[in-house]
């Protein structure tokens, strides 16, 4: 079902991670060039290796980049702009979880006198300003050529809500919302803007070993990257404010099959319907 992404450029945050290693490995092998970043270089190493044994390794570029930096995003994506001649693709996909607060967070909830100011700070800062750093440092140019990808990954609505998950789910809970606003704000300009989430628990590292599920139980890793290729390509040209999740796209049936299995609105639409407003709700 993937489509050609020959001539693409993009960024994946994260790179280093669960998802991202697997997301920038199915960008690369749908033909994009790919600027892998994360603020831990050493798990860069494995893409970067694995792109050398086949042969995309000319399509592939990693960088140090912690996103809750605003000059260090703008200078990324300067800098992939000058490596492969543009930007077309920003997958927004690095995070920090709660396994900040030990290996049994899933099971012992923290407490508001657990997390220090400068913690809150960092979760907000890295799960949500960093895509808006980037986000902000990319559109102009997805702008100029009227054709833009812009892919948030968020979490599930379970998650966002859920007491004593903090900083995370609130975090999240921003960046979906802004997804909904930066789709409407780009629209004219071409550019798409949807959000992907796993749909549960993963088998990644931001789900600790101690975590009280068996691997073979949580969603795999794989399971974003068709979703995200087929957002990615020509055919999803005017999709956007949409989520979907991932565990629910079935790439064996036909796009149409697997968009109503796994697509909705982005972030709570149904809710801002109807507010008290002067004069009625605004257009826009
Ligand atoms: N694993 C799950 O159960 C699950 C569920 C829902 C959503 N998600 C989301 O999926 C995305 C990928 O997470 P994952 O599950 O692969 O976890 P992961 O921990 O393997 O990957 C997250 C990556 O983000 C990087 N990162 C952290 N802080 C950063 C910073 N300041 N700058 C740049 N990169 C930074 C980490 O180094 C790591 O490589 C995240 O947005 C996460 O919130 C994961």
Known sequence: MAQSLD???AIVTGSAGGFGRVITA???????????????TAGLDEPAAASQADGTAGRLSTRQLDISDSKACGDAVAFAQDKFGSVDILINNGAMGMQLFG?????ELVK????????WDKFVSVNLSGAW?????AVPHMKSKGWGRIINVTTSFFTMLRGRFHPYGPAKAGLEAMSAGHAAEFEPDGITVNVVVPGG???TPMVPEEAPYARVDLVPTSAMVPPMLWLCSEDANGVTGNRYIAANWDDSVSVADARSASESPAAWPD???????PSGRPNE
């Open 103 to 107: 290996p049994h967070h899933m099971t």
């Open 7 to 9: 001539g693409r450029v």
């Open 26 to 40: 199915g960008l690369l092998d749908a033909g994009a060039s790919v600027l892998a970043a994360d603020v831990q």
């Open 112 to 119: 508001i006198d657990e997390i220090s100011p400068e913690t």
């Open 201 to 203: 628990p993963s088998d």
């Open 133 to 137: 750093y980037l986000t902000r440092a």
């Open 271 to 277: 809710l801002a319907a109807a507010p008290v407003w």
